[in-house]
């Protein structure tokens, strides 16, 4: 009985060495997410790929554009790299790599010597800002900076 591969990438060739059950696993799930009578023919699939493409270009377009702007860049650019990795592997390790440092930054931030440091930070950032607010309050009152007439 013959297996058929509806895969359209590289072969393993025989010599090849075999991979530890984490590597498969952590292959697993890569690749191509079009459906199957797109990836059949191979026209039809560069012609997706080049859709998917430059809707995720735009995405990421708007994402890099929102960054100084008001809006939610970041959410943004990860959506378009979302786009990226229902058809590029590169994408999806990507996104896979920023999750896994994600992962991390919060296992961390939840250690109780980083947060003790992060709240004392935070604490006198904001005194630091009342203070200048209260220094600013009691010379000019409540006049706004553009009409202050020295």
Do not use: C
Request: glycine share 10%; no cysteine.
């Amino acid at each position: 009985m013959a297996v058929r591969n509806d895969n359209p990438g590289p072969e393993r060739s025989e010599d090849a060495p075999a991979q530890t059950p984490e590597q498969e696993q952590a292959d697993a799930g890569l690749g191509s997410k079009a459906p199957h009578f797109i990836r059949r023919s191979r026209p039809l699939h560069l012609s997706w790929q080049v859709a998917v493409f430059l809707v995720g270009l735009a995405v990421v377009a708007l994402g890099v554009v929102m960054l100084p702007l008001p809006g939610p860049g970041w959410v943004v650019i990860f959506l378009g790299m979302g786009i990226w990795a229902t058809e590029f592997v590169w994408a999806q390790l990507v996104l896979r790599w920023t999750k896994r440092k994600v992962t991390e930054a919060a296992q961390k931030a939840l250690d109780p010597k980083v947060r003790r440091r992060n709240i004392i930070l935070t604490t006198v950032g904001l005194v630091i800002i009342a203070g200048l607010g209260g220094l600013y309050l009691w010379k000019y009152g409540m006049t706004m900076p553009w009409k202050i007439n020295r």
